[in-house]
């Protein structure tokens, strides 16, 4: 029998990575400190990293070995998931390397090979590697390139090299294929991990298993029943001390053309026929190609920035105002979108798309909102507190899945009122999810690719968002929104043209 889920099910056998280091580039970036160094602990916490593990930084830095490990132990204190074992991080420490070097120069490659190479006798790490760049993208040609000239990047039989690269995949379609272009050169397509880290969070994956392994949604998964589908990435931080990556991408570029993307995939492909890599890929890329924007972008967008004001009782800086930001800077930090999906599936049904900072909360979900049903039998007094059923896959903070419906108020009078059944990770299990990084880090050095985005689905997220970009970049500033509210009026008149509203999450 044809079971897509059996691949979910392979994975239920412990799955622990064999001999391997890895080499991070941009260790002294918040995202090295935050996510990549305490997952890799978490990871070795678990029992899922090889005792001989090596970790090597790379970075212009005028450290020894030690320097970097008081980094990664700091690190791993503050931010690992799971407690601190001074076993577990005397075995880790022991295989950590430092590399001072700077990203162009031949000689640092050449040190870096070296360093390799030893760690291959003395941590018997048998030649494999992945090289973690967690750099700047203007970056990434002149590492791949020293990648290569160094030799660090050839595999051989029986020794694997992969590279891992973060976002931004370029700035547009045109960079981005050019990106791929010199990715694509020196290391063959199976080696490339692209990381989208909503792919690797627990909640995500589940939206699969949610909509696969039940027969409750997919008969009304479709433009006979689902009215519009909202997906919102909101939170609640500014840009914090981002300025340098944030000003000049905007929120569009950050989150709606990947993470956004990947969820509305997820939501609205069809049924893989595994979950091996290539066909979860297929299916996502198909839904991707038949998005259509709608003719008129300037309708059917709108962009933001967030203004000085209050937020939880604390007075917070402007976007303008932030630290390094340029006072005349036309970067949104808020975007909201209305896409359709041009197959029989999908027909007339809208898919919004909305992210921002300084938002009301930090909330992510993806509503699928259905239509009213074809008859109340009912008064109209008797049902104006119902509303569209939903189903709402909470993807964070507050994990699970929200089914809205109507139900009878209790009393004499038949009045029907909107209700949540509610499914919480917390209460329906005991284990804690993992990070996001662990299961990516993790997938990287098992060389497991399916919850890797590969370069035609970033090109075709390109593809859908190049327009609205050029659009924007006509339009001089984004209006201005209140920090802590929802976003700026032409976000609400958008969907209100459409006689919708958005969730207040
Ligand atoms: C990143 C964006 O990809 O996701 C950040 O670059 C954003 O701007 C972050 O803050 C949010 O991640 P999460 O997992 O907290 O939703």
């Known amino acids: 029998m044809n079971n897509p889920l059996r691949d979910l099910d392979d994975r239920r056998i412990p799955r622990v990575a064999g001999p391997c280091g890895l080499v991070i580039f941009g260790v002294t970036g ?24 090596a970790l090597v930084g790379f970075a212009r830095r005028d450290w020894v070995d030690q320097d970097f490990a008081k980094i990664v132990h700091d690190a791993v204190k503050e931010y690992a998931r ?23 120069s031949d000689e640092s490659y050449d040190n870096l090979k070296r360093v390799v190479e030893e760690l291959d006798i003395t941590r018997g790490t048998r030649g494999n590697h992945a090289f973690y760049l967690s750099i700047p993208p203007g970056l ?66 589940n939206m699969m298993a949610i909509r696969f392994a039940n027969s409750l949604y997919e008969p009304i998964w479709n433009s006979n029943y689902v009215d519009h589908v909202q997906i919102t990435m909101a939170e609640d931080i500014g840009i914090g001390g981002r300025a340098g990556y ?80 340029d006072p005349a800077s036309a970067t949104e930090t808020y975007a909201a979108i209305r896409v359709d999906i041009d197959n029989r599936r999908w027909a007339g049904v809208p898919f919004y798309l909305r992210a921002g900072k300084r938002l009301g909360r930090r909330v992510t979900e993806v509503a699928v909102v259905f239509k009213r049903a074809p008859h109340l039998p009912f008064s109209a007094t008797a049902t104006k507190e119902l509303s569209n059923n939903a189903v709402v896959f909470r993807i964070q903070p507050d994990e699970g899945l929200t089914v809205r ?22 209460a329906a299990f005991t284990e804690d999810s993992p990070e996001a990084y662990e299961r990516l880090i993790l997938d990287v050095l098992l060389g497991d690719p399916p919850l890797f985005p590969r370069h035609q689905e970033i090109e075709l ?14 339009k001089g500033q984004p209006e201005q929104y209140e920090s802590g509210g929802w976003g700026p009026q032409s976000a609400i008149d958008m969907l209100a043209r459409d006689g919708r509203m958005w969730r207040r999450p």
Do not use: C
Not at 30 to 53: Q, T
Not at 151 to 156: T, Y
Not at 165 to 184: C, M, T, W, Y
């Open 82 to 104: 799971t407690e601190f074992r001074e076993e577990v991080w005397e075995q880790l420490v022991s295989g950590i390397r430092f590399v001072a070097g700077d990203l162009n």
């Open 30 to 53: 918040d995202l090295a400190r935050k996510k990549v160094m305490p997952a890799i602990y978490d990871l070795a916490n678990r029992g899922l990293l090889p005792p001989g593990f």
């Open 140 to 205: 990434f040609p002149v590492v791949i390139q020293q990648l290569k000239r160094s030799g660090l990047a050839e595999s051989d039989a029986d020794a694997w090299r992969r590279v891992v690269i973060e976002k931004p995949f370029g700035h547009d379609l045109a960079s981005a294929q050019e990106l791929n272009r010199v990715v694509g050169e020196v290391f063959p397509s199976g080696s490339v991990f692209r990381i989208d880290h909503y792919l690797g969070k627990e909640t995500v994956q």
């Open 246 to 325: 944030y000003d000049g991408i905007g929120a569009a570029r950050d989150v709606i053309q990947n993470h956004l993307l990947q969820l509305l995939a997820l939501t609205a492909m069809e049924e893989p026929t595994s979950f091996q890599a290539d066909s979860v890929r297929l299916e996502k890329e198909k839904v991707l190609r038949a998005v259509v924007l709608p003719r008129d972008i300037e309708k059917h967008s709108a962009r933001g920035q967030y203004a000085p004001g209050w937020q939880g009782g604390v007075e917070v800086k402007g976007y303008l105002q932030e630290d390094g930001i």
């Open 461 to 474: 997220q390109w593809n859908i968002l190049d327009p609205i970009l050029n659009k924007w970049a006509q």
């Open 405 to 426: 419906f109507g139900s009878k108020v209790p009393g004499t009078a038949l009045e029907v009122r909107d209700v949540n059944m509610d499914f919480a990770y917390g």
